[in-house]
């Protein structure tokens, strides 16, 4: 029963030497791989195209010039929910308000 044991130990603790057991790294790797050129594909060309109507809304709403009341009076008047524009100031005051940081919303949430 010791020696059993023992063996099976030691198979235990061999080197991964084979490509089945590198197989979820490969996997990983090409998802990861797959993700990104989704997502470069998704970035490129993103200023060729200018701001929608909503888009340009959204920058008016979000803009950090104004007040958090101003702002806050503006949310409460349109029929998205307060938390979607308290997340878009957010990302205006980072990014800024320009049409790249518009697009750039809806693409980074889409990826």
Known sequence: MLVARIKTSARLKKPLDSAADLAPIHGLLAASGVLLLGSALRLYGLDRQS????????????????????????????????LYYLLLRYWSAVLGQSDVAAHCRAQYSGS
């Open 51 to 82: 701001a929608w109507a909503d888009e340009i809304t959204t920058l008016l709403i979000t803009d950090p010039a104004l007040t958090f009341a101003q702002f806050w009076q503006l949310v409460l008047s349109d029929v998205h929910p307060p």
